[in-house]
């Protein structure tokens, strides 16, 4: 469903179906960290779309997913996606240092 | 920037509300900035919290944009008749009282204009239906006409000039029929929509949960009042919370003050309840109770 894989800073993350969003710009106002800004390029359909201008920031509280009336976006705690990761039984991510 | 990129995420990870909709028929037809979707978020979190068998509960939209909920849901779900929808809603209700819950969700043109009867008669008789009002203050669908809840002063395509018919207080008028449940969101209120909707899913009886959302393309744009997200800020900036309050006193002004908030929570035998008690105590043990195998719960 997302079409980016996560960038590992902050504690969250956010996951974009960019071709479903109309730009309306709920989830950029109202994301408790400030951490959304307007992408430069246009969708398919001609929309700005969030992008993480802050990933440090992010928290993944998912409030933009609860604000986008398109579900389009929705964010993640990394301790979340490590858990699934981890019920999956797939391969541990190693905490890499950048 | 020394971003450290994650392996290729092996889990496929889906967005939360992704199970609750009907896939193939997305995307939606909402414009840009439409709340109505919002709503839906914080109704699937609700859904989420509330721990129902999702099996046992139903979805009934009247017509509308906001009638068109229904049929995203990937519930049993019911697109009926304009303003229709508490009656269809009454006769699954009472036709199969086993289910959970009912839940009608539709417009404030379908629920309080063509369908404003059945909803002062479905709260008088406390049936155990919860309806969610999407309150865009207009008939967004056919073009933006003048509700019963269009503010006076604003202007819509059948008031030019603005309006000045008296519009309807919501919560009043659930409160004075009968609701036990009564409560006003905005969308901008995501958490406390999706609580008072979890609230309502649990509560026994007519509940009634106004949510106020933007119709950017009919009622801001012709008044001029910015996108959906200027209609956000709106409701941030003039809401103030106010658990309890009366509710003759949260009637809406144009771009005016909001009271927002639980307003009533009380007890009272729904039909059901009402109807085997009463035919109890006429009848005694000739009387089998009416209702399936959960309607005691
Ligand atoms: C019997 C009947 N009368 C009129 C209509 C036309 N009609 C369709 S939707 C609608 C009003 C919708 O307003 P609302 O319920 O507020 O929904 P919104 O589109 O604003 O979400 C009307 C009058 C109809 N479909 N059927
Ligand atoms: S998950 Fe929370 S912190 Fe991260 S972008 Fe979304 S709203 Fe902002
Ligand atoms: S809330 Fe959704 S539709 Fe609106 S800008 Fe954000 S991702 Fe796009
Ligand atoms: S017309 Fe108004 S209510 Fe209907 S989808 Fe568009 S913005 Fe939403
Ligand atoms: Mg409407």
Known sequence: MSDAAPVKKGKGTIFLTL????????????????????SREFNRKGYHYPVLASPEDCTGCDLCGLYCPDFAIFGMRFKDIEQRRQAAAVEPLVPARG | MSATELPACEIEITNPVAPYLRQERLPHIWCPGCGIGTTVNCFTRALTDSGLDLDRVAIVSGIGCTGRVAGYMNLDSFHTTHGRAIPFATGLR???PDLAKVVV??????????????LIHAARRNM???VVCVNNFTYGMTGGQVAPTTPIGATQTTMPYGNFENPFNLPFLADACGAVYVARWTVYHVKQLAKAMLEGLKKKGFVFIEAMAPCPTLYSRRNRLGDGVDQLK??????KVVNGANTQDVGLTFQGDIVVGKFVDRERPTWLEAMNAHYTQHFGDKYTPYGGPHAQE
């Not at chain 1, 309306?24 to 307007?38: G, K, N, R, T, V």
């Not at chain 2, 969700?105 to 059945?118: R, V």
């Open chain 1, 19 to 38: 071709e479903v969003c109309k730009g309306c710009s709920y989830c950029i106002d109202f994301c408790p960290a400030h951490c959304l800004e307007f």
């Open chain 2, 105 to 118: 969700y539709s417009g404030d043109g379908d629920l309080s204009a063509i369908g404003g009867n059945h």
């Open chain 2, 94 to 96: 009472l036709g199969n």
């Open chain 2, 234 to 239: 709106y409701y941030k900036e003039k809401s």
């Open chain 2, 128 to 130: 155990d239906l919860m």
